[in-house]
């Protein structure tokens, strides 16, 4: 696969991701109401980040804010602060993605620019990712704790006993399981995930290739040079009458 259809595949997925963790954050039902032992099914409940609300089987819904910050328990202020800042990083990373396609021309941007803003944005999808999939993954270790809590209390209680059936639980206590919030933000997570990594790989095929001069060293020939100056000074210079040579040069006509 070429580094530019890996690149734009890897943008798809990336808005993709992003769009999903989006919509999980804002939807409401990430806990229900389990009403397989209730006796009123008409009625139910269910929990969301920032709403909590009653539906019925006819359609109808109200929901409420929750008024309040310092009342709510630790976690889920974690799970609040990681959906966020998977989706600004999400956000944020689709921007620089845009601006870093290679099919897609800004003036004179090299192409060195581009691929380092293309694993910078991959970076940032693959933290977005693990953010969004910590934050559903702590919200669903909430569930369950609370509902086998809930199911042991139950045991015993008003209303529980054990009939033919198995285990019944108490009408007057609710417990909760997953809502389908929770399914699309893992969906999501997993989606930023594979969208970063293709983002990184892509970069790999982008960066250009440093050519090289092939001009070969030659060393110095100041040796040879020397030489050559010493044999022809020897040859111009005239005889003695002793034999000896003379420092004296003559010019032949």
């Known amino acids: 696969m070429s580094a530019s259809l890996l690149q734009v595949a890897g943008f798809m997925l990336s808005a993709l991701g992003t769009f999903l963790i989006a919509s999980a954050a804002a939807m409401d039902m990430w806990s229900i109401e389990d009403r397989s032992f209730t006796v009123v099914t008409s009625i139910y409940a269910y929990y969301g980040l920032w709403y909590s609300c009653v539906g019925t089987e ?7 804010p929750y008024f309040t910050i310092l009342g709510l328990p630790g976690l889920f202020q974690g799970v609040r602060a990681l959906m966020i800042v998977g989706i600004v990083l999400g956000v944020i ?21 581009k691929a380092t803003m293309t694993i910078t944005s991959g970076a940032m999808f693959i933290v977005a990712g693990i953010c969004a999939i910590a934050g559903v993954s702590i919200f669903a270790n909430l569930i369950v704790t609370n ?29 909760y399981t997953f809502g389908a919030a929770l399914f699309v933000g893992w969906v999501g997570g997993g989606i930023l995930l594979v969208a970063g990594v293709m983002l990184c790989l892509a970069c ?50």
């Open 93 to 113: 990373g689709v921007l620089i993605a845009i601006f870093a396609l290679k099919c897609l021309r800004m003036g004179n941007m090299e192409d060195r620019v």
């Open 147 to 175: 509902f086998a809590l809930t199911s042991f209390t139950s045991v015993g209680g008003f209303g529980g006993s054990f009939g033919s059936t198995g285990f019944v639980g108490s009408p007057l206590t609710p417990r």
């Open 58 to 64: 006819y359609g109808t819904t109200q929901c409420r």
């Open 204 to 253: 790999r095929g982008m960066m250009p290739e440093k050519h090289y001069d092939g001009t070969a060293y030659k060393a110095a020939s100041i040796y040879r040079s020397e030489a050559k100056s010493k044999t022809y000074n020897e040859s111009h210079r005239g005889q003695s009458m002793d034999g000896r040579h003379s420092t004296q040069r003559f010019d032949y006509v």
